[in-house]
């Protein structure tokens, strides 16, 4: 398992990234429970691995910041040919609102250019954090319940003020990054081993699961310590039912968008935005049925355009390097 990706856990990252996309559009209630987040910070933590200081300012680089900062130009240009094409004229229109991404944010608030990307600024912070608990405090019990208290204030105090690149809104959710980064694999071996044990995990997180959807649903009780007990046991039921279904090819879209999940961020959006003004034209308002085709289409899209930022431009999303500081050294020294 180490030093390889894990193909359910991939269909996970698929799973999340799919309901990012049906969410952003009109929906049955459902839809709004937010496990696709979690689901997708856990998943990511399992493949995190603390590398030094150089190493880990070039691989973030390359994979982190460059896709982010490539998918802001492509939807400021799509914002700018939209608003064209609506108006006549870019004469009102603000080529200033690129720079929000410096901007101060709260709450759920997103960025003005590609709000998707929050997801992306969320995982570096959650990757900095890791980066940082793990070299200084070095022990799991001591990284976890760091990780549990810095969730605990964020979701109930931080999470509120303005900060920059979504530093408030992702603390949250980094308790689930940190445990799929300390325990993820652990929980994978144990899950894949033949032993009687296997399944432990899955009824202990069934039982979770259900008394915090008891408690939740009988006592009022929306505390969001029940929240975590909750999240955590659906997505180790969930890691169970990919592991038993991923096999099966009719799985594989979940697979191919989880292994793609930035280009999907960066690009979903602006088909999503297409369709809503193209249906909205049609029928007038979008329905939920209207909101299923429009994630159906926006996905089917997504699936050539993939294909082709791999092919084409594989350093702009994350899939190759376009800065290598070891290269640049060499130059500067042959230079």
Not at 220 to 232: D, R, S
Not at 303 to 318: A, D, R, S, Y
Not at 321 to 327: A, R
């Amino acid at each position: 398992m180490s030093g390889k990706r894990i193909d359910y856990i991939d269909y996970l990252k698929g799973l999340s990234i799919i309901w990012v996309v049906w969410y952003h559009t009109v929906q049955p209630w459902f839809v709004d429970f937010s496990f696709r987040m979690p689901l997708f910070f856990l998943a990511s933590g399992i493949f995190f691995k603390v590398a030094d200081i150089k190493t880990y300012v070039r691989k973030k680089t390359n994979q982190l910041i460059v896709p982010f900062i490539f998918f802001t130009i492509i939807y400021y240009v799509y914002l700018i040919v939209q608003y064209y094409l609506a108006k006549g004229s870019l004469i009102d229109f603000d080529f200033g609102c690129i720079w929000g991404v410096f901007a101060l944010h709260s709450g759920t608030e997103s960025f003005t250019v590609n709000p998707p990307l929050w997801f992306i600024c969320a995982l570096l912070c959650q990757q900095i954090l890791t980066w940082i608990l793990v070299k200084t405090l070095r022990q799991r019990w001591l990284i976890s319940l760091a990780a549990i208290t810095i969730s605990s204030i964020g979701c109930l105090y931080i999470q509120q003020l303005s900060t920059l690149f979504m530093f408030g809104r992702s603390l949250p959710y980094l308790v689930y990054y940190i445990f799929g980064h300390l325990y993820g694999k652990d929980l994978l071996k144990i899950i894949e081993s033949k032993s009687t044990k296997s399944y432990s995990p899955l009824i202990g997180a069934t039982v979770v699961y259900a008394l915090s959807i008891t408690l939740k649903y009988t006592t009022q009780i929306n505390e969001p310590l029940l929240t975590y007990f909750e999240t955590f046991g659906l997505i180790i039921i969930l890691i169970y039912l990919f592991k038993g279904i991923h096999y099966f090819r009719i799985a594989y879209p979940f697979w191919f968008y989880g292994r793609n999940s930035y280009i999907v961020l960066g690009v979903h959006e602006i088909y999503q935005t297409i369709f809503l003004i193209m249906f909205t034209h049609l029928y007038g308002e979008i329905n939920i049925l209207i909101g299923m085709l429009q994630t159906g289409l926006t996905l089917l899209l997504l699936w050539p355009t993939i294909n082709l930022l791999n092919k084409h431009l594989p350093m702009l999303v994350g899939k190759a390097e376009i800065i290598n500081f070891s290269v640049i050294k060499t130059k500067l020294c042959h230079s």
